[in-house]
C-alpha cells in the first residue's frame, strides 16, 4: 500500500507547551486509521493538524508524496471532516447535503446525482426535503456524513462522531459507516476514545499519550499485543501481573505470580522481572473442579466482584493473583457465580502476553 499522508517530526506548541511530538506516522491509501487514547492525549489536535486546520510548529506533512505549503488550500478541497456535533446549515437536508458541491462548482445534475447516492447510502432519502433544524440527532450525524460522502473526499476526517447519539442510534450508524467505509475505500482518519469503536472500523491503530505515539499497528495487534501498560490497560486487558521468570523450555516459559506458575508462550531469561497482561474475553470460568481442556493455564478461585460491562458482566477473581474475565449473563446464572463463589478460571498460554517494562 502507499502512503496518502504521511507526517515526519511534527510538532505543536500551545501557551509555551509541547502538545504534539509526532515522529513519524504514514496514512495508508484506502485505509483507515484510528487514533485513540484517554482525554487530552492529543487525538483531536493531531486529527486538525493532519487536516490542515491547525498549523504545527515544526515538521513535515506530505499529501501524495508532496509536501503541504504554509496556505495548502488544495489539499483542503481534497480532504474534509465530520465534527462530534454536526454542523449544518439553517435550511433543508438536500440543501445542506449541496451546499460542498457548489461550492467546489460542480454542475446542478452532477450535485443532483452525488445527493442522491451519498443520501441512499445513509438512509436520509426521505429527509432531502425536511428542515435540518427538525433532525434527530442520529439524523443529523447521518446527514453530516452523507455531506461528506458526496465531496468524495480523498482523505476523510472523523472527530469523536459518534460520541453524542444514544446507543442504539450509535450502533446502527457504526454498523451502516463500516460497511460504506469498506465499500468506497475511503481513505480515513478517527479520532475516537471508544476502544470497540476503533476496533469495528479501523484497520490500524495509533495510541496516544500526552501527544506522543506510544503504539501504532494493525488493530489486532494493538488490542492483542500492547506495547506496554499504559496501552493494555487502555485497551482493555484487564488483568496486568507482575512476575519472575521461574522456568523455560523451547517455545516457553513459567512466570511465578502470587504463589502460582503461569506459562506463557515465547522466550523470557531466567530470574527476570516482566509483566503479564491477559484480555478478559480469553479467560474461561467453569464450576470446580473443571476441565480446561487444551488450555496450559488452570487455576481455582474465589469471585471477588461482578460488574456489569454492556451485554456482559466483568467477574474479578482471586486466584493467588487478581484476575478478570467476560462472562454472558446465560454464563453468570448457570455457573451459579456470586460473591465469594468458587470457580476455576482457565486460559491459554498464548493468552498470556508480555509487556515492556
Known sequence: MTALLDVEGLTLDRAGTRVLDIGA????????????????????TLLKTLASLLAPASGRIRFRGEPLGPRPDGYRRRVTMVFQAPLLFDASVRSNLESGLRLHGLPAPERA???????????VEHLLDRSARNLSGGEAQRTSLARAFALRPEILFLDEPFAALDPPTREALLDDLARILKETR????????????????????????????????????????????????????????????AATAPGEFQVAAGGRLL?????????AEVRLG???EHV???????????????????????VPRG???????DCGFPLAAYVTAVSLEELGLALGSPVVASFKATAVHVLRT
Open 25 to 44: 506516522l504514514a496514512v495508508e491509501a484506502g485505509a483507515v486509521l484510528a487514533l485513540i487514547g484517554p482525554n487530552g492525549s492529543g487525538k483531536t
Open 113 to 123: 446525482a452525488r445527493v442522491g447516492e451519498a443520501a441512499a447510502r445513509f438512509g
Open 186 to 245: 475511503t481513505t480515513t482518519v478517527l479520532a475516537t476514545h471508544d476502544q470497540m469503536e476503533a476496533l469495528r472500523l479501523a484497520d490500524r491503530i495509533a495510541v496516544l499519550r500526552q501527544g506522543r505515539i506510544v503504539q501504532e499497528g494493525p488493530a489486532q495487534e494493538v488490542f492483542n499485543a500492547p506495547a506496554d501498560a499504559f496501552v493494555a490497560e487502555f485497551v482493555g486487558m484487564e488483568t496486568i501481573l507482575a512476575g519472575r521468570v
Open 263 to 271: 506459562v506463557a508462550m515465547g522466550g523470557a531469561e531466567p530470574g
Open 278 to 280: 491477559i484480555r478478559p
Open 284 to 306: 474461561t470460568l467453569l464450576r470446580p473442579p473443571g476441565d480446561p481442556g487444551s488450555a496450559r493455564n488452570h487455576f481455582p478461585g474465589t469471585v471477588t466482584r461482578i
Open 311 to 317: 451485554p456482559f458482566f466483568k467477574v474479578e477473581l
